[in-house]
């Protein structure tokens, strides 16, 4: 079992930043890769970012290339999410998901355990 907590959502402006906090429990947290999803109003859930158990690996949606950077802190069991210039388009409840693969991925099927979700909110 994996218990994630995600926190650091908020509202910010056109052009500002957030930092999301993808804090996990249970079972060990540095065998596995972990991302980041998100789902607007009226639309799917979305791959956004994911990161491989080392840390080594990244993966990027072609929509937050640039803006967004993931890492890890695995003595602290946790994931950032660093949003840069964010946009109203990016206005979402985000998800961190972990998968039993140490490989990062897109497909939102190979992930097996979720978090609530926290809310991301760009006006302009």
């Known amino acids: 079992q994996v218990q994630l907590v995600e926190s650091g959502g908020g509202l910010v402006q056109v052009g500002g930043s957030l930092r999301l906090s993808c804090a996990a429990s249970g079972r060990s947290f540095s065998s596995y890769a972990v991302a980041w999803f998100c789902r607007a109003p009226g639309k799917e859930r979305e791959f956004v970012a994911a990161i491989s158990r080392t840390g080594v690996l990244t993966y990027y949606a072609d929509f937050v290339k640039g803006r967004f950077t993931i890492s890890r802190d695995n003595a602290k069991n946790t994931v950032f999410l660093r949003m840069n210039s964010l946009k109203s388009d990016d206005t979402a409840v985000y998800y961190c998901?972990?998968?039993?693969?140490?490989?990062?991925?897109?497909?939102?099927?190979?992930?097996?355990?979720w978090g609530q979700g926290t809310q991301v909110t760009v006006s302009s």
């Open positions: 998901a972990t998968t039993s693969y140490g490989s990062p991925y897109n497909d939102l099927m190979k992930y097996d355990y």
